[in-house]
């Protein structure tokens, strides 16, 4: 993954940060950037060297590790299957023992690409897949929440970015892929308004993060194309041209964890795009997808692919 200077890159030298799912897509995306502005990460999944999830796919977390390193910060991996609480616990005393403390949680693990049948009604879609999409994609951040929180709330200041597909307003009005995975993404959503409340009287402050069309591994792969040449697949889904680097998201991370005001955006649903023009990042070719308002005003709207104005 390459790295290039962003216009406004925080500083974030002796910042403590955990980001739970990072083994591949907007997880790798937001460790390496936090990496560049000078965090230790904790990154944490269950593809390593030596075993791999059911996803079956090469990225590691010793991979993302390194990046991070290389990408001027301290890349820590763990070895993490959030759905087991005793992992979870381990991993918090861990981060305790090494650190005392904890500046911001990122709550990117899903998991869960290959579980939800597009535009499938409930009573067709797979059950086991469904429950299994839920647990994945819900209760994971709640084991991972119970258990780190008393790390973050230490001392404030602390931030926790609850990572999810689509904006509230979005989300609200559209119709998200399916029953289970509307349910998934949109409980994520109120995850991050109610952490805001518990987390204030602590100077805490939560938000959920949404990137724009991730070219994530996974989504590279299945165009057929690479970073380097992700237009090709313009042919076949022009819309694709709304697209961002996973890299986009992971400065909006590090911009919100750079920023001594962040608890002006608590409880709030966010996106890429959005925090871009707030911040002044901007994505690894110089451009500020603003996907959302794409989505609406482009795609929903029937309106021809055109990203002029939109990035």
Known sequence: MAITNSTSAPDLQGRIALVAGATRGAGRGIAVQLGAAGATVYVTGRTTRERRSEYDRPETIEETAELVTAAGGTGIAVPTDHLVPEQVRALAERVDAEQGRLDVLVNDVWGGERLFAFDTPVWEH???????LLRLGVETHAITSHYVLP??????????????????AYNQAHYRNSYFYDLV??????MAFVLAHEL?????????????WLRSEMMLDAFGVTEGTWRDALTAVPHFCISESPAYVGRAVAALAGDADVARWNGQSLSSGQLAQAYGFTDLDGSRPDCWRYLVEVDSAGRPADATGYR
């Open 185 to 190: 993404k949109n409980s994520v959503l109120r």
């Open 126 to 132: 797979d059950l086991d897949n469904g429950l299994r």
């Open 200 to 212: 204030t009287p602590h100077g805490g402050t939560a938000v959920a993060l949404t990137p724009g």
């Open 151 to 168: 790390l973050l709330v230490r001392r404030p200041g602390g931030l926790v970015v609850e990572m999810t597909d689509g904006t509230s």
